[in-house]
């Protein structure tokens, strides 16, 4: 049996810990929770760096400057909360978009704002 995807949005590791957070709350109350949930769930908590709203809010944040083009590369720079300039440009390093020094601190400034 298939599942068919109705919807798609890209979403930050924050918040994929906060559904799989529920989720797993969930299935425990039916039973033990599989393998691969329990993997997953301490991946998600191992690597998400900000609470799921303040990712959210960051993600937002970050699509309002013209040099962040879609939510993908806004996702991206949220999961990953880059510190320093080259940490941007690989990135940004398939995109069809060359980011001057400026920009990228740019980006960088609106990051540390949330650390």
């Known amino acids: 049996m298939f599942k068919e995807v109705k919807e798609f949005d890209y979403i930050t590791i924050a918040e994929a810990k906060e559904l799989m957070e529920k989720i797993a709350e969930e299935r425990q109350k039916r039973a033990e929770l599989l393998f691969e949930t329990r993997r997953a769930l301490k991946h998600l908590r191992t690597f998400a760096k900000l609470p799921a709203d303040k990712a959210k ?34 990135i940004y390093a398939k995109e069809k978009i060359t980011l001057s020094p400026e920009e990228i601190e740019q980006i960088l400034d609106v990051i540390d704002r949330y650390r």
């Open 57 to 90: 809010e960051l993600v937002e944040e970050l699509l309002k400057l013209p040099q962040v083009p879609n939510k993908e590369i806004a996702v991206k720079l949220v999961d990953i909360m880059p510190r320093i300039p080259d940490e941007v440009r690989v």
